[in-house]
């Protein structure tokens, strides 16, 4: 057999599950695709032997590529190309680097996630909303969050929404915004579309924000654009969010609601829902709750999940008159 860089990428990988064994080897086929499958099933089965001097090159290039994955994943691609430099000298470096970022889909904006808000605030503030909304998109939610409070009050909104109704986005408009940044990112050419923003990309930015600008923002979000208003404010309370609530506030929510709701609400909630509406209750009503539900008929999921919504309306109903306090980021909601 052809020895150490003469041997074809297909080679190589059928060299490697042959030499990690077929516990592994089959393990590593569930991640596959079937063409995959077939290619490298085709080559096992065209090898009759495997030497030293071919699994030896082999199994040292692969421990090269995976350390520099996770070099990457945990610091990025500069951070990797400067350590594996030091290590093996620069050129050996900038083979691997090529060879893996040729062939891994690497997040854009790495850079800005390492970075602190306040300096990416810096970079961005006077973009355009649209600019600003991709950025977000692709930043850790506390970061967004800590952004997007920083903002101008008109702005937010504006770029919150944008964030909402965000689709896929071209590669080339990425790259663009990249170089805009003056960031050195993997390129996304190999790549058709990138999927960022929706719903819950700005409903995890919102939830890391102060109770004011939240407010703020879906205010101005209810006049221009009511529907998507509704559709955050439903997926930022959640009826198992209710744990977050602290005993008082379940108290007041379990006198406001209706008792049939509030049955049909916890017939599918988790354990920790349910202990903490029941600790909330009397004995006799906890005793009385879970009797009913026992011998209750069956209901339509439909039925339970619209019984949730609607103590969930109730719950942010009460936070908006001051009746109640949501746990959420930001200091405004800290008791004392």
Known sequence: ?????????????????????????????????????????????????VDSQDRAPVLHEFQELAVADQIIASGGIEYAKEVLEKAMGQERALSIIERL????????????????????????????????ALVLSYLEANQAAAILGELPANVRADVAKRI??????????????????????????????????????????LN?????????????????DPELAENIKKLMFVFEDIVLLDNRAIQRVIRDVEQSD????LRTASEDVQEAVYRNMSKRMVETFKQDMEFAPPVRLRD??????R????????????EIVIARGGGEDILV
């Not at 879906?218 to 006049?223: G, I, P, V």
């Not at 509030?262 to 609400?265: E, G, H, I, N, V």
């Not at 103590?311 to 001051?322: C, D, F, S, T, Y």
């Open 208 to 224: 890391g924000v102060d109770r004011a600008t939240e407010r703020g923002i879906l205010e101005s979000l209810e006049t221009s």
């Open 101 to 132: 970022t040729s062939s891994l889909q690497v997040r854009p904006f790495e850079f800005a996630r390492r970075a602190n808000p306040s300096q990416i605030l810096g970079f961005i503030q006077n973009e355009h909303p649209q600019t600003i």
């Open 164 to 205: 909402a109704v965000m689709e896929a986005t071209s590669p080339e408009v990425i790259s663009s915004v990249e170089r805009v940044l003056e960031t050195k990112m993997a390129s996304t050419t190999s790549i058709d579309v990138t999927e960022v923003g929706g719903l819950e990309a700005v409903v995890h930015i």
């Open 262 to 265: 509030l049955m049909l609400a």
């Open 311 to 322: 103590i969930v309306g109730q719950i942010r109903r009460l936070e908006e008159m001051g």
């Open 1 to 49: 057999m052809r020895r150490g860089t003469e041997l074809t990428s297909k080679q190589k990988a059928a060299i490697l599950l042959i030499s990690l064994g077929p516990e592994v080897a089959s393990n590593i086929y569930r991640h596959l695709r079937e063409d995959e499958i077939e290619q490298l099933t085709l080559e096992i089965a065209t090898m009759r032997k």
């Open 304 to 309: 339970v999940e619209e019984a949730q919504q």
